[in-house]
């Protein structure tokens, strides 16, 4: 148990549908990240919330919206995937100092777009 | 922008055997990080290196740290079943960013 929560494990929603991947942690910590890990590829950064302001946005599609109320909530919007969009979306947490710090990886959430 | 190649990408060794896995970056690193993921699970985070040549050992694991900050590696001395899993590095760039390499996957025959 890392203390960082992913909700819902899994999900199978088609390309018309709207739904939303949540994550909460509970270590006390000001940066939060979403990952992508598709299958043999390296995990991609999507988005960063660092004291709760979004600093990074790596060209990902407006399919994809990040949402982050407070430091330990984050949540990611999705609407009108594609199939290539099924992949384990982790959400990670850090404590944001000056340079990377350790990040702690929720269990992550497998989407499957039909 | 800041690339961090990984290799190798798959090795099967017997039980008993060593393992290591070499990471690149194709730009220096603030540090380096490395995580471990089972099969099924997440990444969850193993070690964290700073200096220049830094080595770093956790029982069987030998980590270490390019003079140049631009490579790292893992060694595994004889493994086992349970170091299973995909491992990656990741190297420290600008901010809060961290790259991650593609990960190798080990798998061990017993």
């Known amino acids: 148990e890392t203390g960082v929560t992913q ?24 940066a939060m990240y979403w ?23 790596n060209s990902v599609p407006s399919r994809f919206s990040p949402e982050c109320p407070n430091s330990s909530h984050l949540f990611l919007h999705l609407h009108t995937l594609q199939p290539e969009d099924s992949a384990l979306y982790l ?20 989407l499957t777009v039909l | 922008g800041q690339q961090v190649m990984q290799i190798p990408q798959y090795q099967h060794v017997q039980e008993g055997e060593d393992f290591t896995t070499y990471c690149n970056s194709s730009t220096t690193l603030s540090n380096i990080q490395w ?21 770093k050992k956790q029982k069987r694991l030998t980590f270490q740290f390019g003079e140049a900050k631009k490579n790292s590696s893992l060694h595994i001395t004889a493994t086992q079943t349970t170091d299973v899993g995909t491992y ?19 798998r061990v025959k017993s």
């Open chain 1, 7 to 30: 909700t819902p494990r899994h999900l199978v929603m088609g390309m018309t549908n709207k739904k939303s991947l949540k994550c909460e942690q509970h270590l006390g910590h000001n």
């Open chain 1, 35 to 57: 990952y992508k890990q598709s299958a043999k590829k390296p995990l991609e950064l999507m988005f960063v919330y660092s004291l709760e302001e979004r600093v990074e946005n």
């Open chain 1, 91 to 110: 959400c990670a947490s850090s404590q944001a100092r000056r340079g990377p710090d350790t990040q702690y990886f929720g269990p992550g959430t497998r």
């Open chain 2, 35 to 55: 995580y471990k993921q089972r099969p099924g699970g997440h990444p969850v985070f193993l070690i964290q290196l700073v200096k220049s040549g830094e080595v």
């Open chain 2, 88 to 106: 990656f590095c990741a190297g420290g760039g600008y901010g809060n960013k961290l790259v991650f390499g593609a990960g190798t996957i080990l």
